[in-house]
C-alpha cells in the first residue's frame, strides 16, 4: 500500500515537473516578442532644410567704345520715321483787312478828290450810259477811305481811280435820305413831282408822276447814286 502511495506520488510529482517545464518553454518565446516590440522605435526621417539659392549680383553695366550704354532687354522708344520728301504746309486763310504798314502810305484826301473829280468829269469817250454819274449831295457824302480797304482787300488795285469810281458805284451804302434828295433833283432840272416808285431790278426805281391826270412813269432812279434818266 504505501509502495503504491510512493509510486502515484512520484508519477504526480514528474507530471507537475513536466508541465513547469513545458509552461516555461513556451511563457520564453512571448516576453522576448514584446521586448522586441519595446525595444522598436519608428524611424524618425531627417529633416531637410529648404535650399536657398544664391543672390545673384545685377550686371554692372559697361561703357562701349562709342561711350552709349547697352542695357539688356532695352524697351523699344525709337519713334516712328517720318517719310523723306513730304512736306506739310499750313493754310492760312486769306484776310481781308488792309495791313497797318498798307494803310499808313495811303493818301486817303487824294484818293478821295481825284475820285470825285474823275466822276463828275467827262470821264473820256465813254457813252452817256457807261458814264458813272452821281448827285452831287450823295457823292459828298460817300465814306472814301472805308471803301478804299475794302477796295484793296478784295484785291483792287492801288492807284487805279477809274477801278475805285466804279466799285463806289456798286457798293457803296444806300442813304437813308435818297428820296428827298432825288425828289429836289428832278423838281429843280423838269419841275416835275413824283407820287409813287415801282421796283425794277438791283437798285433801280422807276418814278411816276402826274400827266394830263393820268399816274404815268417818267424817269429810273437808282438809289444809290441818285442818277435818275428817262
Given at each position: ?50 535650399q536657398t539659392k544664391p543672390q ?125 434828295i432825288f425828289e429836289k433833283a ?45
Open positions: 500500500m504505501n509502495k503504491k502511495l510512493i509510486i502515484f506520488t512520484s508519477l504526480i510529482s514528474l507530471s507537475i515537473f513536466i508541465a513547469g517545464c513545458g509552461s516555461k518553454q513556451a511563457v520564453q518565446p512571448t516576453s522576448n516578442t514584446i521586448s522586441t516590440q519595446t525595444n522598436t522605435k519608428p524611424q524618425s526621417k531627417p529633416q531637410t532644410k529648404p545673384t549680383k545685377p550686371q554692372e553695366l559697361k561703357p562701349t567704345n562709342n561711350n552709349t550704354v547697352t542695357t539688356p532687354k532695352s524697351t523699344d522708344t525709337t519713334k516712328p520715321s517720318v517719310a523723306k520728301g513730304t512736306t506739310t504746309t499750313k493754310s492760312t486763310p486769306s484776310s481781308t483787312i488792309v495791313k497797318p504798314s498798307q494803310a499808313s502810305t495811303i493818301n486817303y484826301s487824294d484818293i478821295s478828290a481825284k475820285t470825285k473829280a474823275y466822276i463828275m468829269s467827262n470821264q473820256g469817250s465813254q457813252t452817256e450810259a457807261e458814264k458813272i454819274i452821281w448827285n452831287t449831295t450823295l457823292l459828298n457824302r460817300v465814306d472814301m477811305k472805308s471803301l478804299y480797304n475794302r477796295y484793296l482787300s478784295n484785291g483792287g488795285t492801288k492807284n487805279n481811280i477809274t477801278d475805285f469810281a466804279k466799285y463806289i458805284t456798286k457798293y457803296a451804302p444806300i442813304q437813308s435820305d435818297w428820296k428827298k428832278l423838281y429843280s432840272e423838269y419841275g416835275k413831282k413824283v407820287v409813287r416808285y415801282k421796283f425794277i431790278s438791283g437798285d433801280i426805281y422807276q418814278a411816276y408822276i402826274i400827266s394830263n391826270g393820268k399816274e404815268v412813269p417818267y424817269v429810273g432812279v437808282s438809289l444809290r447814286t441818285g442818277r435818275f434818266h428817262g
